[in-house]
């Protein structure tokens, strides 16, 4: 079975530019999150879908940061424009339901220059 | 604030020692409270977890203390491997949300 696909794994940009990342969930998991990771950090949420969804966004910073869930499958969060201080870890993870074990993703590690 | 407190930051063990890693919580609305392995490049990778009705889980070389009425729960990994060596995350559900801890990042000499 696949696990969390995201894509691309590695970005750079300058400042003020747009970036968007994508994920693939575990096939047939209802539950989709967004997590940032600092470097250090434990994962903090940015947003979860339970199927297409969002069900909680109260730590997405809306000015800068959204994200889709089309068809309640592949998912995307996209920053415009990229401040230094997004530069992290972006991890996405999945659940078959909402409390369920979370299966994450490699990450997509951004630095934003 | 952080909802699950973690400790140490980092760790070194030498091989065949126990590695233990702590954290505290004050939200007592937790109900499930699971460990995370992360190597590397990697995204984290669910090691063990326990209920608050369960005072301890032993799953092969991994062991989790839990102490309701201290509001504490720790990670023992016997006999530490090398290939142990990685950042654990300790974390606590509450509804549908989970928080996790800072993370230890766990050394484990030959």
């Known amino acids: 079975e696949a696990g969390v696909v995201q894509s691309p794994r590695y970005k750079i940009i300058e400042k003020k530019q747009p970036v968007a990342f994508w994920c693939n969930p575990i096939s047939g998991h209802n539950t989709l999150y967004w997590y940032l990771q600092n470097l250090g950090q434990g994962p903090e949420l940015l947003i979860r879908y339970e199927n297409e969804e969002a069900v909680d966004d109260s730590q997405l910073p809306k000015d800068r940061f959204s994200a889709e869930r089309l068809k309640g499958v592949d998912s995307t969060l996209k920053i415009q424009p990229a401040e230094l201080g997004d530069s992290a870890v972006y991890l996405c993870?999945?659940?078959?339901?909402?409390?369920?074990?979370?299966?994450f993703g490699p990450g997509t590690r951004l630095t934003v220059l | 604030q952080q909802q699950v407190k973690q400790s140490p930051q980092s760790l070194i063990v030498q091989k065949g020692g126990i590695s233990i890693i702590n954290c505290a919580y004050e939200n007592t609305a937790f109900d499930y409270f699971p460990w995370y392995q992360q190597f590397p490049g990697k995204g984290p990778a669910l090691l063990i977890a326990?209920?608050?009705?369960?005072s301890e889980k032993k799953e092969g070389r991994f062991t989790i203390s839990f102490n309701k009425s201290a509001k504490q729960f720790s990670l023992h990994i016997m006999d530490s491997q090398p290939g142990d060596s990685a950042t654990y995350f300790c974390a606590g559900r509450t509804g549908n949300q989970f928080y996790f801890g800072t993370g230890t990042s766990l050394t484990v000499i030959p």
């Open positions: 993870a999945s659940s078959l339901f909402p409390r369920d074990t979370q299966y």
């Open positions: 326990i209920r608050p009705d369960v």
